[in-house]
């Protein structure tokens, strides 16, 4: 065991909160915010669901960087100070929490999440698996872009969604070639590095750039 400082941004008012902590190498930021919570400060506010990187919702950025909190450990950073912000480009709901809503809502309505098994649907089996998206918004929060463009979840889901033959196929490609979609991208690749679902936004986004208006 060792010890660190796990530095917490705090909210209403702004404020960094430090705890002095014990954990091993393999403990997760997550599991370190449990403990904060519920041996020292039971006001702290973070999200967490599924504990291994399917869900999404413990997303913050983690010494300076986007990243699951249940998928990262101290033995990974390698500091004895972790600092644990909330994700930017999204209102603060709590510590943190930040609220995705904006990205959902950009997301296609009728967007589907499962597909077909290309390797399988082969042999003749027909299985399904889920998209590899997650939703946890690491990829908004690390695009420089801002301002009124939809951002690279939200694109990237509408360029799986047109190469599925998505029976919304105009609407989407009316929005994804918008002035506030594809065209907007600057191509930083920041969403396509901070992807901890190796989704690679940014190559989604360069699809998108590709079609005819
Ligand atoms: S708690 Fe589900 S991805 Fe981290």
Redesign the pocket.
């Known amino acids: 065991m060792k010890e660190y400082v796990l530095k917490v941004s705090r909210s209403g008012p702004f404020r960094w909160s430090k705890y002095q902590i014990k954990a091993e190498e393999t403990t997760t930021i ?1 599991e370190l915010l449990e403990e904060v919570e519920s041996t020292v400060d039971p006001t702290l506010t973070y ?13 913050c950025i983690i010494n300076g960087k986007e990243a ?4 990262t450990t101290v033995g990974a950073l390698g500091t004895e100070e972790i600092t644990v912000e909330p994700l930017r480009s999204f209102p603060r709901e709590g510590d943190l929490v930040a609220h995705l809503g904006s990205m959902i809502r950009s997301m296609p309505a009728a967007g589907s999440y499962v597909r077909e098994d290309e390797c399988n649907r082969r042999e003749g089996a027909v299985f399904q698996r889920f998209e590899d998206c ?1 939703e ?1 918004g690491c990829c908004m929060s690390a695009c420089p872009v801002g301002g009124d463009f939809i951002g690279p979840a939200p694109l990237a889901m509408m360029n799986r969604e047109l190469q599925k033959g998505s029976k919304l196929q105009e609407d989407i490609r009316s929005k994804a070639l918008s002035r506030s979609g594809a065209p907007s991208c600057r191509d930083h690749f920041a969403c396509s590095r901070a992807c ?1 679902s190796y989704v690679y936004p940014g190559r989604h986004i360069q699809e998108l750039k590709k079609l005819e208006r």
């Open positions: 997550v999200r967490h669901s599924c504990h291994h990187g399917s869900c999404g919702t413990c997303a699951l909190a249940c998928r997650i946890c901890p």
